[in-house]
């Protein structure tokens, strides 16, 4: 059995980008791997045809009958894995060489973590460098506004998958990714590693600009979800980001009307009214 299954759902992926991704995985100095790849647009010849030119053992191709979707794939590919961990990887990002000999190293070393990833380098029109929090607390704190694990360079126990019964959640596609960590934070321990794991592409046409209508729609629905869950952690993440305004108002300049601190809004200064978000 491979130690891990590297996962792929294709969808009309151009095959210069497609070619990139696949060698950036078969280039890896970690090699006790198998690479599922998912065609779930059947009809593209010529995505297959680019697959099939490789002849290394470790890949193996399907294709869905018809369009399923990307979350019904993510899933269709976490029941064909049969590694220990597996690592998620878009079809246009690239993963830097040492990617799965870092994580699995991690993962190894440190039992009670279930999902470890690291930071993201942007190319294409776009240059950014995301760096993510390093710790669980920190992820899990951030994570109750937004997410904080960079999927395409995530590595899974796949145990904390299966004996939870955790998948992903077509309700929430395209933040379908956002809804799995969610659902995760109340099992297991996060990590991100504070070195770049993945190159991602960034054009202006995949599918993360595309959708970001329907991926804030969904991204606020699972904040807030998370936001009632666990009012500690997004308790301690408005402590730490929120501004901290003090204002007071004075009648005369002597008699205490109302102030405002820590967002808070007093009337007389002392009794709290309600809580003021900015922006």
């Not at 321990?189 to 046409?205: A, C, D, E, M, P």
């Amino acid at each position: 059995m491979p130690r891990v299954s590297v996962l792929t759902p294709l969808y009309n992926t151009n095959p210069v980008h497609l070619r990139e991704m696949i060698e950036s995985i078969l280039n890896q100095t970690f090699t006790d791997f198998e690479f599922l790849i998912l065609n779930d647009s059947p009809n593209n010849t010529e995505i297959e045809e680019v697959v099939k030119s490789y002849k290394d053992k470790r890949i193996k191709y399907a294709k869905n009958e018809q369009n399923m979707g990307i979350t019904p794939s993510r899933n269709k590919l976490l029941k064909m894995a049969r590694g220990e961990y597996v690592a998620i990887f878009d079809h246009d990002d690239i993963s830097v060489p040492e990617r799965l000999a870092l994580c699995v190293e991690y993962l190894d070393k440190n039992p009670r973590v279930g999902v470890v990833s690291g930071w993201l380098q942007f190319f294409g029109t776009d240059d950014n460098l995301v760096k993510n929090p390093e710790s669980d607390t920190d992820i899990k704190i951030y994570t109750t506004v937004n997410c904080y694990v960079a999927h395409t360079a995530a590595m899974i126990r796949k145990s904390v998958l299966t004996d939870n019964n955790i998948e992903y959640e077509e309700y929430y596609t395209p933040a379908e990714d956002y809804r799995l960590w969610a659902r995760l934070m109340d099992v297991t321990h996060f990590h991100n590693l504070q070195t770049v794991l993945v190159k991602y592409r960034w054009f202006g046409n995949n599918t993360s600009a595309t959708f970001a209508d329907r991926t804030e729609a969904a991204r606020r629905s699972i904040s807030l979800q998370l936001q009632n869950k666990y009012p500690a952690y997004y308790r301690e993440y408005c402590r730490r980001f929120e501004p901290k305004t003090r204002i007071k108002v004075r009648l005369f300049g002597f008699i205490p009307l109302f102030k405002i601190k820590h967002n808070w809004f007093y009337l007389f200064e002392c009794i709290p009214v309600c809580k003021i978000y900015w922006g």
